[in-house]
């Protein structure tokens, strides 16, 4: 019997040391597998230049032509467009289509130039369909002939980080990409256009959705419905009438300055903003407040990926960039070479100045360069006192105006 107990004794000890021997064992769980996109690859870099407004202009080719095209880069640009004047120059085919194309001026049925490539430094685009449509008057309000403004249907393709400090674009094919640090993530609706809750505040604070618009410049466009319906600003808030203009000509607005916009983390102070009567339905209100622009935008070194529905911002050396508070109450075009006042509006600073449309701008205090974006940026010196020369009916007329403030 002593036998028998020695063996059950000696049995449950070997029992005991393989239970921890098995657990003092390292624990194999199955792999966690995780397979990652490859990262993304650069495929070129693309230099660019500012106008007026932070607008970006990109040099591009089309197809086997020979002539450099100017091309704004626009995130608010449903497609990809060449203008139709440019067509015309470059012999484009066009189709008349039944779909219509809309802006903050008008809407209008389009042409579409088919299956043709873009060439861009060190990357063809190929398989685009081209809408056309008529760009003089931006053409005239910039200072520069503008081919086509480039969209949705190059973006959606690409990982497009814009450097606003170094002047230059650099474009990756979807995939990983590596995000810089000191930044924030933004996760927009994507549809054709991004589509971004931003936060703004004055007499009451208010959360809405705005088109994330890089070819608007501009800091905010906000639709009447929304100021009315919000009740964001007091009512004896004082507006300046001036005027915009965009798809389908131009468009009467009110000017005025908002406490507080917030962009993800981000908060700007005392923001100058327009207002607008959107009789276009662009904004598809209550859907969408209005649009934020590339006055404001361009203050962030930002990656656009569309493959994985994500805008990176990172603040760059124009975070802190003073807005631009300036009013004139006139419009200023390049028309058959010569800079030209048109749309002078009565009790603005021009009209009191004494300047009237037709006007001909022949130099700003010492300034006789001739250059319409060098003029446009001594009109946004808010308060000072311009000497401008002008030639009316044929003879130069001097006028002082001070540019007034509306902060």
């Not at 005991?16 to 194999?28: D, H, R, S, Y």
């Not at 009512?235 to 917030?262: C, D, N």
């Given at each position: 019997?002593?036998?028998?107990?020695?063996?059950?004794?000696?049995?449950?000890?070997?029992?005991?040391?393989?239970?921890?021997?098995?657990?003092?064992?390292?624990?194999?769980?199955p792999a966690q597998e995780q397979i990652l996109p490859a990262p993304a690859q650069k495929l070129t870099t693309l230099p660019f230049y500012q106008i007026t407004g932070g607008i970006i202009i990109i040099h591009a080719l089309l197809d086997n032509y020979k002539d450099t095209l100017n091309f704004v880069l626009d995130t608010g640009s449903g497609g990809i467009s060449l203008d139709s004047s440019t067509t015309e120059y470059l012999g484009v085919k066009k189709e008349m289509s039944d779909k219509t194309v809309r802006g903050i001026a008008g809407m209008r049925t389009v042409e579409f130039a088919y299956n043709h490539t873009l060439k861009l430094k060190g990357l063809d685009v190929e398989r685009l369909d081209f809408h056309v449509n008529n760009y003089d008057l931006l053409s005239s309000t910039y200072g520069v002939k503008i081919d086509g403004i480039i969209g949705y249907s190059f973006l959606r393709r690409y990982i497009v980080a814009i450097d606003y400090d170094k002047l230059e674009i650099n474009v990756f094919a979807p995939g990983t990409y590596k995000y810089p640090r000191g930044g924030f993530m933004l996760r927009p609706r994507f549809g054709t256009i991004p589509i971004q809750n931003?936060?703004?505040k004055?007499?009451?604070?208010?959360?809405?959705?705005?088109?994330?618009?890089?070819?608007a410049g501009l800091c905010m466009l906000l639709c009447e419905e929304i100021v009315k319906d919000s009740a964001l600003l007091k009512?004896?808030?004082?507006?300046?009438?001036?005027?915009?203009?965009?798809?389908?000509?131009?468009?009467?607005?009110?000017?005025?300055?908002?406490?507080?916009?917030?962009l993800g983390p981000y908060k700007f102070r005392n923001v100058p903003v327009y207002v607008f009567d959107d009789e276009f339905n662009i904004t598809s209100y209550p859907m969408l407040g209005g649009l934020i622009g590339n006055d404001l935008l361009r203050r962030f070194n930002t990656v656009i990926n569309y493959p994985e529905r994500e805008i990176h911002l990172k603040p760059n050396t124009h975070y802190t960039d003073s807005f631009d508070y300036s009013y004139v109450g006139m419009s200023v075009y390049m028309i058959n070479g010569l800079i030209t006042i048109s749309d002078v509006i009565k009790d603005s600073p021009a009209d009191k100045a004494g300047l009237k449309d037709g006007d001909i701008i022949f130099g700003i205090d010492n300034n006789l360069s001739g250059n319409i974006q060098v003029?446009?940026?001594?009109?946004?010196?808010?308060?000072?006192?311009?000497?401008i020369i002008v030639i009316r009916n044929g003879e130069f007329v001097t006028v002082q105006m001070k540019v007034r403030s509306i902060y």
């Open positions: 019997m002593a036998g028998k107990e020695r063996f059950i004794h000696i049995t449950i000890a070997r029992l005991q040391l393989l239970i921890l021997t098995i657990a003092c064992l390292p624990v194999v769980l931003v936060m703004v004055d007499e009451n604070a208010f959360d809405a959705r705005y088109y994330f618009d890089t070819g009512r004896k808030r004082k507006f300046y009438t001036t005027q915009a203009e965009g798809l389908g000509g131009k468009k009467s607005m009110q000017l005025t300055v908002i406490k507080q916009v917030k003029y446009k940026a001594m009109l946004q010196s808010a308060g000072n006192k311009l000497k």
